[in-house]
């Protein structure tokens, strides 16, 4: 029965030019990990026009019956690199580390041909959005190699997915090994014009002062949020936290800074992990974990007992650091996994970050509500006047839609209906 109702969702509204109505369902609303019975409005123009129980339907509105089916708000993917992804078959990361990774995508995209990002990435957009991710933060490298290619080419798919699919694109200034900083600090204010965000991975800097200066110093000129790749690695003598929260105070950009992996924390003693977690508290700083990269690029070199490689994801989460979780890569050199699953990446989070089974409902949180306010996203979720990017399900509640997944759904993309991808579907390439 189940189904059948979600094939007539599939099917849409009958062409109604006047919204239409879920009927009985139980809906995720805002501040709650409870599903309650909720019917919602969706207006023509795809966004949630009404919510409440037993909802009069409004006047030549349709009605879709969904009953004791399951209604979340889309999920969201805070940290992808869409510039990367599928490109595992064309630069191989034989040594399966981090700078491995590096190396081999810098390599590859000095000889990229034209139209290649857009290629790769509408391919691997079109597939988290059909697996219910309906908001996407994606870094961008922007170096002396690839220049700019990559950015703008993200630039014309945020514009044209629009109405499919938010896209957030965080100009990602990249600091190669010889490349002096001069190149960035020339060129980060035309990136960061084109970009939602500026990023950066002061770990591998030559000068890392130098360049946080160079990022920090942007972000308060154009006004932007900060996501930082910081101490993606388990070296307890370098971690850089310190130098990140005093230009987080020089800059007034509290509740603004968000810090990617964050590795090191686990490689700390606590008493130096609790200063760092209180620090962050206090300046409103959130964290990304990315597990799938963690679990595969770091340890490797531990002979006995290989580290996990993620930050601390209990403590922090325990203790009320804003913490999200997301892909990182998918099929790269970094990842050579990924299907832009975050339900997977939600129970993977909550696997190897230790919590508990009575968080599945915290697991949830971390692809949803917190990851949109991390990225400072306007119009989330199941309440009025937000878009209607939502997951219908026949799950029964969050800890059985993170626990196993459903086995039916269909998601709605401002209100459309976008069907799950048939097994074995591939996205045919695409020109720039």
Partial sequence: MKAGLLEALRRGPDGSTHGYVLKGGKAILPGSREAKGADIFITADGFVG????RLPTPV?????????????PGFIDAHQHL????????APNPSGTLQGARDAFAAYARRAPPGDVTARASRTMRRCLARGTTAIRSHVNVDKD?????????????SLWADRLVLQLVAFMIPHPNQDLDWLEANIDAAVAQADVVGGTPAVAEDPDRY??????????????????????????????????????????QGKVVLSHASVLSALPRDHFERIRDDMAALDVGVITLPAANLYLQGRSHDVLPPRGLTRVAQLTRSGVAIATASDNIQDPFVPTGSGDMLEIARWTLLAGHLHASELDLAYSMITETPARLMGLK??????????????????????????GPDHFVVLAKGRPISAPPLGWEEPALSA
């Fill in 60 to 72: 030549q509105a349709a009605v879709i019956d969904v009953a004791g089916l399951l209604i979340s």
């Fill in 146 to 158: 690839a220049g700019f290619s990559g950015l703008e080419q993200l630039c014309r798919l945020r």
């Fill in 379 to 404: 119009g989330y979720g199941i309440a009025p006047g937000a878009r209607a990017d939502l997951v219908v399900c026949d799950c029964a509640d969050v800890e059985t839609l993170v626990a196993g």
């Fill in 212 to 253: 946080l200066d160079i990022l920090f110093k942007a972000a308060a000129r154009h006004d932007r949020p900060v996501d930082l790749h910081l101490d993606e690695h388990l070296n307890p003598e370098r971690p850089l936290f310190d130098r990140v929260f005093e230009r987080i105070r020089r800059h007034a950009l």
């Fill in 50 to 53: 009404a919510v409440g129980a």
């Fill in 83 to 90: 510039d990367k992804t599928g490109t595992l078959k064309f």
